[in-house]
Every structure is written in structure tokens, then in C-alpha cells.
């Protein structure tokens, strides 16, 4: 019992000792400020999760720059920019007559419709992408790879934090299979095309949207479901843990085979997003009432995102590692541990049955 307890307790004091750390730092640091960009004319961008908050300002600066952005959301209707910019769509819009997939639906909608009333040539687009589906991820790439386009730049971004204990589609815990598991099986799938679009002077990227709650999250190969002893808090660490793991060991790997292919990872700090809708709530209250003056915009959280999947001083090797406010960071001990990530790699195409 004693046990269970501080299963349950100790995760949940370190990771707002940890939060509380990361605030500080937050505030007195200096925040990076995104370099000018190159045009990014031709290049073929994902973004998960990019509906809302940070992916919606990664989304927004691509397509500003000229990329082709496809946001991955759950539900969506697949709308094209070019449908979604037409004068019937935007009247239905308007009408509140587009809600079949509920909040989410018309969340992205409103994504793509802001994007191309702001920048009429905007190419920008959704579809469906649930991350807790193994099919809805394969249904996805297929449909991606029917259409036949290069991928330059795939931003792993869509999360969840702190809900409450449940199970995905195909029956993983929803922080490892969500943040982790659905990105791992998105990536996998997509890796041949992100190899083939990636060119000499101008490598393909991904980008993991991590947190700074992987320092204090533990990879347990025989219980990557956190089937015992259940906190959110520690579901939560550990996969973002998992994530970390997996971006160090995929650059890891693409650079040993010679591919024109980087993978990172970044931690856009403490963001004023709907990420912590899921705290308790009397600290869902106290967080709400601070965000705003000491939480960093999502404008300011995409900044990293944005300079480590657009910067060209940042190509081959000089792309991979761990990134904050404009930084390469030191990671913790874990993920120097090549036996971890490896063993993790292969726990991981196992559970999804890929070859």
C-alpha cells in the first residue's frame, strides 16, 4: 500500500518541482528569436496536431514561407485549402453547418481558413490523423503516398498530458500510445519518402515536440503500458522519455546509413496551451490565471520548432539532438545509453508488428 502510494505521489511532486524549475529559468532567460527564414517554395511539410496552439504557429510560418503544410488532426473531413477558401465552404463555416466531427472538426477548419485568409497563397490543408489509431496513422500515410508528393519536413507535435488512465484503439496505455507509439508508427512508415525527398545542401528533417519532463521519466521494457500502479504524471515523463529515445536513435541511424535525413528533438518550454486543461483542478484554476503573463505564447513556443526544421545551418549532422529556446541542450543520462534507445526500438516495431 505504502508503495502504491509513492508510485502514485512521487511523480506528481517531481514534476511540478520540475515545472516550477523550468518557469523560473523561463523567466529569466531571454527568449530566441527566430532568425529570417529562407523561402521554403516546394518543400512538403506534416505537422501533427497542427489545429491549435504551437503546430498552428508552425503551420502558419511555413505556409508563410511558401511550404506546403499538411495538418494531421483527429477528427477531420479532409478538406483541401482550395475547398476550404472557396466562398460555399466559408459561408458553411460561418453558418455552423460543417459539425459532424464535433469541436475538433471545426477547430481545424477555422486553422486552415485563418491561414489562407491571412496569406492568400497559402497552401495548407488537413486530414484525418488520430495518433491513438494504428489504422488511422496507416490510412493517413497511404493516403499521403497516393498523392505521389516529397516530405521535407515532419513536425511530430499532437500530445496529450496528464488525462486520465484509459487505453488507444489498439489497447496502449493513451500517453505512450498517443505521444510516443502513434508518432514511432507515423515516422517508420514515412521514412523511405523522407529519405528520397532529402537532397545534398538540403536534408529532409523530423522534429519531436518533447518536454523537459523527460528528465524525470524511466523506460520499463516490461511495463512500457504502465500497467502497474497507474499515475498520469509518470505516463506522461515516461513517454516523453520514450519520444527522446527514439529521435536520438533515428538520426543515430540515417546518419550511419549515409541518408540525406535528420532527426531532433524540442523543448518549446512552458507554453500557454490547452495542454493543461487536464490538471487538477484547483491547479487548472491557478494555472489559467498565470499563463497569460509568465507562460510563453505558442508563438514563442514554435520558434525552436521552426529554426531546427528550417534553418540551413542546421543541415546533416549539425540537425540532430536536443534543442531549447534556441539552443542545443544537454540530455539526461538515459538517452546516452545506445543499448536503451536500441532495445526500446525493437520493443517498439514489435508491438506494432512491422518488419
Known amino acids: 500500500m505504502l508503495s502504491a502510494i509513492r508510485s502514485y505521489l512521487l511523480p506528481i511532486i517531481k514534476l511540478y518541482l520540475l515545472g516550477l524549475k523550468v518557469l523560473l529559468v523561463q523567466l529569466f532567460s531571454r527568449s530566441f528569436r527566430l532568425p529570417v527564414m529562407p523561402r521554403q517554395d516546394g518543400k512538403v511539410a506534416i505537422v501533427t496536431g497542427g489545429g491549435r496552439g504551437i503546430g498552428y504557429e508552425v503551420v502558419r510560418h511555413m505556409a508563410r514561407l511558401g511550404a506546403h503544410v499538411i495538418i494531421g488532426l483527429e477528427p477531420a473531413l479532409?478538406?483541401?485549402?482550395a475547398q476550404l477558401c472557396s466562398s460555399n465552404t466559408l459561408f458553411?463555416?460561418?453558418r455552423g453547418q460543417l459539425t459532424d466531427g464535433g469541436r475538433d472538426e471545426q477547430e481545424g477548419l477555422a486553422a486552415v481558413r485563418r491561414i489562407c485568409e491571412e496569406y492568400k497563397e497559402a497552401k495548407v490543408e488537413f486530414t484525418k490523423l488520430d495518433l491513438a489509431s494504428l489504422q488511422s496513422v496507416r490510412q493517413f500515410v497511404q493516403s499521403f503516398k497516393e498523392r505521389d508528393l516529397p516530405l521535407n519536413?515532419?513536425?511530430?507535435?499532437?500530445g496529450v498530458m496528464l488525462i486520465p488512465e484509459g487505453r488507444t484503439e489498439d489497447g496502449f496505455e493513451q500517453h505512450f500510445g498517443v505521444n510516443y507509439l502513434g508518432h514511432f508508427l507515423l515516422t517508420w512508415l514515412l521514412l523511405d519518402t523522407l529519405k528520397d525527398s532529402g537532397k545534398c545542401g538540403y536534408f529532409s528533417r523530423v522534429v519531436n515536440v518533447s518536454s523537459s519532463a523527460h528528465r524525470i521519466g524511466e523506460i520499463r521494457l516490461n511495463d512500457l503500458?504502465?500497467?502497474?500502479c497507474y499515475s498520469a504524471h509518470a505516463a506522461y515523463c515516461h513517454s516523453k522519455l520514450a519520444q527522446l529515445l527514439f529521435s536520438s536513435h533515428l538520426h543515430q541511424h540515417v546518419q550511419r546509413g549515409g541518408f540525406p535525413l535528420s532527426s531532433c528533438a524540442v523543448d518549446p518550454g512552458m507554453v500557454d496551451t490547452a495542454l493543461y486543461r487536464?490538471?487538477?483542478t484547483p491547479l487548472c484554476l491557478a494555472q489559467r490565471a498565470i499563463a497569460r503573463l509568465l507562460f510563453r505564447t505558442p508563438?514563442?513556443?514554435?520558434?525552436?520548432?521552426?529554426?531546427?526544421?528550417?534553418?540551413?545551418?542546421?543541415?546533416g549532422e549539425c540537425g540532430g539532438g536536443y534543442w531549447a529556446n534556441g539552443r542545443r541542450e544537454m540530455i539526461t543520462p538515459p538517452t546516452f545509453n545506445p543499448q536503451?534507445?536500441?532495445?526500446?526500438w525493437e520493443t517498439s516495431i514489435q508491438?506494432?508488428?512491422l518488419q
Open 299 to 315: 508563438a514563442e513556443g514554435a520558434v525552436t520548432v521552426l529554426y531546427v526544421a528550417l534553418s540551413p545551418a542546421l543541415e
Open 153 to 158: 519536413i515532419l513536425v511530430n507535435n499532437a
Open 340 to 344: 536503451l534507445q536500441l532495445s526500446l
Open 78 to 81: 479532409g478538406i483541401s485549402f
Open 225 to 228: 503500458n504502465s500497467c502497474q
Open 92 to 94: 458553411r463555416l460561418r
Open 351 to 353: 508491438l506494432l508488428g
Open 278 to 280: 487536464h490538471l487538477w
